[in-house]
């Protein structure tokens, strides 16, 4: 059956060419709408992209796997507009963005709530979604709560600070008397202190830990709860970057919310087998995403909250 889901999915890429896609900027953000042919007013997902300069495709400078693409193709076969953007830095950093030393998280926050602005204004839209990947699925969090979204999905989204993440990720891939310096770096930068010099093995420069510091420490967990719509929740068994608890944290924080756990999926929303297929899949934009996952979404954004509760 999964052979065949996979085989499905390849046919909605190949029927989704007559799409109306098309290049808009908001302020200084450069972004690519994508509306389904012969659907008057459908729905629109913002999709946010996780961590890093990470282009409007989900690409980054080293990592490939096309994520936001493969899943705008997939939405937009199911009659659900997309809107997906470059991130800040990604192809280079804009003057209209400031100085790079004076970025803080909130910047991002900032991009995607106007976004929403844009989607909202133009009229165009039925209703609108706010879908986040990863660190994503913070800035959707905060998005969320600022301005009036009509459905949101957290995709492989962390529960925890990202400083405790990242801590948490360094201290598995790293023996202890080379995590140590890093971890109580990390520590000094969420507590707003700068590290001069830095460990050799998170080379931030002070210049840029004011604004890592406020990356380090938004926490989710509490804007979540803040959030009164409609949310789902998804996670998956093979994410070697977050664990369960994650996925049951964020769940625990909206009783409400939709979720839906993958045992194969990993942290670019495909399926894979082992460790070597796991990375392997980060460059493989080619790869098409888990079939449950994107049913879900778009089942969720295009036809409501529907029933409540673990999938």
């Known amino acids: 059956m999964r052979a065949i889901a996979t085989w499905l999915l390849l046919l909605v890429s190949l029927t989704s060419a007559a799409a109306d896609e098309s290049n808009v900027r908001?302020?200084?953000?450069?972004?690519?709408?994508?509306?389904?042919?012969n659907v008057a007013k459908p729905p629109?997902?913002?999709l946010i992209a996780g961590s890093g300069s990470t282009d409007?495709?989900?690409?980054?400078?080293?990592?490939?796997?096309?994520?936001?693409?493969?899943?705008?193709?997939?939405?937009?076969?199911?009659?659900?507009?997309?809107?997906?953007?470059?991130?800040?830095?990604?192809?280079?950093?804009?003057?209209?963005f400031g100085r790079p030393e004076d970025f803080r998280f909130r910047d991002l926050v900032d991009d995607a709530a106007s976004l929403v602005g844009y989607?909202?204004?133009?009229?165009?839209?039925?209703?609108?979604?706010?879908?986040?990947?990863?660190?994503?699925?913070?800035?959707?969090i905060?998005?969320?709560?600022r301005e009036p979204?009509?459905?949101?999905?957290?995709?492989?989204?962390?529960?925890?600070?990202?400083?405790?993440?990242?801590?948490a990720q360094l201290e598995k891939q790293l023996p202890r008397d080379r995590f140590e310096p890093i971890g109580k770096a990390i520590d000094s930068i969420m507590a707003g202190q700068i590290v001069d010099p830095p460990p050799v093995e998170l080379a931030i420069p002070p210049a840029m830990q004011p604004g890592m510091t406020s990356a380090f420490?938004?926490?989710?967990?509490?804007?979540?709860?803040?959030?009164?719509?409609?949310?789902?929740?998804?996670?998956?068994g093979r994410d070697h970057q977050l664990v369960r608890l994650d996925f049951l944290a964020l769940t625990t924080a909206d009783i409400a919310a939709k979720s839906l756990?993958?045992?194969?999926?990993?942290?670019?929303?495909?399926?894979?087998t082992d460790d070597a297929d796991d990375v392997a899949s980060y460059n493989q934009p080619e790869r098409p995403l888990d079939p449950d996952m994107i049913d879900a979404v778009a089942s969720f954004i295009g036809q409501g909250r529907g029933d409540r509760g673990e999938q």
């Open 217 to 236: 420490t938004e926490d989710p967990i509490d804007p979540l709860r803040k959030i009164t719509g409609p949310v789902l929740v998804i996670a998956g």
């Open 261 to 272: 756990w993958l045992p194969d999926m990993n942290h670019v929303l495909v399926d894979v």
């Open 56 to 96: 409007h495709d989900g690409n980054g400078p080293q990592l490939k796997p096309a994520t936001l693409k493969k899943l705008s193709e997939q939405l937009v076969a199911r009659g659900i507009a997309t809107l997906r953007y470059d991130k800040r830095g990604a192809g280079g950093w804009k003057k209209e």
């Open 26 to 37: 908001v302020g200084p953000i450069d972004a690519v709408l994508t509306v389904p042919p």
């Open 142 to 145: 905060l998005t969320a709560q």
């Open 44 to 46: 629109v997902a913002l």
């Open 119 to 140: 989607l909202r204004v133009s009229g165009r839209f039925s209703r609108i979604a706010v879908v986040g990947h990863s660190e994503g699925g913070l800035v959707a």
């Open 149 to 167: 979204v009509d459905r949101l999905v957290l995709l492989v989204t962390a529960a925890r600070k990202q400083g405790d993440l990242l801590k």
